[in-house]
């Protein structure tokens, strides 16, 4: 314990949860304290440790009020991680809980997917093989009661339904459902259990040879998730692959390895990490990849972030795919976590990663964290998001692929062989209301709700769904007046811009309510220039003129 100069004020109001004084903690809030102290010698960090902590002392000790110094050490690290990079955190114990959790891959509790529509709790879906499928919910469900508490009209919102059904493994909880074509509320008693967060939205066969996955996360889970996907598309008869990481802003560097290395023949370099205290580390494929042969297309845009970079940078440096979409997000840095006495932690940014060919797509942050997320904006306003077109490229940003010689470029996320622009053709203030309100999500599942069993008569599968149903005038007549009653009126002459989209992304919907998130994506991706243009690729030729090729 370092010395204090504490008289006749021991006890006060206002402690600290933890031993405050203990050297190793400070000298870990110097090192965050300032950029130079991280660049320090340990003599410096020890000596700056201590001046900290005398300045703790004499706020705690001599300021005119209490101090809550709990709350002032947080504040510190915060400005400190703040003046840093933008993605070095800080992470209260119940923060760093909720932040691990995606990436984890489960949580505690009765295993449901749901949205609350009018006020009212209802069940999108259940996990397959969760608690709330075993004892027998089903989508449509209404929650009215969670152990006799009624839910339903006091304007719950979604953390106060996490708070109820969430819980400990093992332990009970009694929901009161109203089901369609039921006149009184059915009891159903759950135990809760570990739920399973799944990384892959949808894996399906978008053609007879070509085969799609989406991945929305690289979490603990999502390597095994790709295997099987892959396997399963590869016995219907893929011998091409579509991989959507569109939106995916990454997660675990390792397990972007392990996808990378399913698609990665031979002892190929996948990235390669530097950083101050860190030598340089490669990462290698090792020959066991399952999806070394066949076209391969990797779909990415502005949402494409870190991991995501990881392995479209590593599929494009070494000519073995072809890259479609938008420029990636741009985010080069790799954090490793380091946990403080108290159960929060510090995300620190403690290396840089390169692509094969040398990369860091790392984009400027010399501005500060709020300017650095203005950079989507200002893609969009200099017209790239749209044509494609970046403003200036030097050449010492100018890389060239393994293979072919392609020239790449790093210095601000990865560029794609293919650019699809973004399409705003469809906006309208009619579009803007009743999605930016939730009013089509809602629509959709009253609507689902109340046509459900002749849908399901009708169409034994999502892919029938997909390919066989077309939204009817009746339905459509729903959905306005479904919306006139929100408050959202319709203009068919200002809206006819955005109707044919919102006839499918009414049907997309539809599906997700009737079946699951991978039946939303086979309608949404009939419609998809991106994925379009994916599957269009695989035969016209431009795998050929491009030389890619599998190596």
């Known amino acids: 314990m370092l010395h204090t100069e504490r008289s006749h004020r021991q006890a006060r109001s206002i402690r600290p949860a933890f031993p405050l004084f203990t050297l190793p903690l400070v000298a870990l809030l110097v090192l965050l304290f300032s950029p130079a102290g991280v660049q320090a010698q340990h003599a410096d960090v020890i000596r700056n440790a201590q001046k900290f902590e005398r300045f703790l002392d004499f706020l705690d000790d001599k300021y005119l009020e209490d101090v809550d110094l709990d709350e002032t050490v947080e504040k510190a690290i915060i400005q400190v991680l703040e003046d840093l990079d933008p993605h070095s955190n800080y992470f209260s114990a119940e923060d760093l809980k909720k932040a691990n959790e995606p990436l984890v891959g489960n949580f505690e509790g009765i295993g449901i997917q749901f949205n609350i529509l009018k006020d009212t709790i209802t069940v999108l879906s259940t996990i397959t093989g969760g608690p709330s499928e075993k004892v027998g919910l089903q989508a449509g469900d209404q929650i009215i009661t969670v152990d006799e508490e009624t839910v339903a009209g006091i304007g719950i919102q979604n953390q106060g339904v996490m708070d109820r059904l969430r819980g400990k493994k093992d332990t009970e909880v009694t929901v009161g459902i109203k089901r369609r074509n039921r006149n009184k509320l059915v009891d159903f008693t759950i135990t809760r259990d570990k739920i399973p967060l799944y990384s892959v939205d949808a894996s399906y066969m978008a053609n007879p040879s070509t085969g799609y996955i989406k991945v929305n996360r690289f979490a603990a889970s999502t390597a095994n998730e790709f295997r099987e996907a892959m396997d399963a598309l590869k016995d219907e008869g893929m011998e091409n692959m579509i991989l959507d990481l569109r939106g995916n802003s990454g997660g675990y560097l390792n397990t972007a390895l392990e996808m990378a290395n399913e698609l990665l023949g031979g002892r190929k370099l996948i990235v390669y990490t530097e950083g101050r205290a860190y030598p340089r580390q490669d990462a290698y494929a090792d020959y066991t990849g399952g999806f070394t042969q066949g076209k391969l297309v990797v779909l990415i845009d502005e949402g494409s972030a870190s991991a995501s970079e990881i392995v479209s ?58 300017d650095y997320y203005k950079e989507t904006m200002r893609r969009f306003e200099s017209g790239e998001l749209l044509t494609g077109e970046i403003d200036s490229l030097p050449d010492s940003l100018r890389y060239y692929t393994q293979h072919n010689k392609r020239v790449v470029y790093g210095g601000g996320g990865i560029l794609p062989d293919i650019f699809i622009k973004l399409d705003t053709s469809f906006v309208s203030d009619f579009y803007d209301d009743v999605v930016g309100q939730g009013v089509l999500n809602q629509f959709a599942i009253s609507w689902t709700n109340k046509h459900r069993d002749g849908l399901y008569k009708e169409f034994p599968d999502a892919r029938a769904f997909a390919e066989g149903y077309t939204l009817t005038a009746e339905a459509w007549q729903d959905f306005i007046d479904y919306a006139a009653a929100e408050g959202i009126d319709y203009d068919p002459e200002q809206a006819a811009p955005s109707l044919d989209r919102l006839r499918w992304f009414v049907k997309a919907m539809i599906a997700r309510n009737l079946w699951d998130i991978e039946a939303y994506f086979m309608v949404v991706n009939q419609h998809d220039p991106g994925f379009q243009r994916a599957v269009q690729v695989m035969e016209d030729g431009t795998f050929e003129e491009m030389k890619i090729a599998a190596r």
């Not at 599929?315 to 840095?333: A, E, H, N, P, T």
């Not at 490793?336 to 990663?353: E, I, K, M, N, W």
């Open 313 to 370: 940078g590593a599929i494009q440096d070494w000519d073995r795919g072809l890259v479609i979409g938008r420029r990636s997000f741009g985010k080069g840095l790799v954090q490793r976590p380091f946990s403080l006495p108290d159960g929060s932690a510090v995300r620190l940014t403690v290396q840089r990663y390169y692509t094969p060919s040398g990369r860091s797509i790392q984009r400027d942050y010399s501005e500060g964290k709020k």
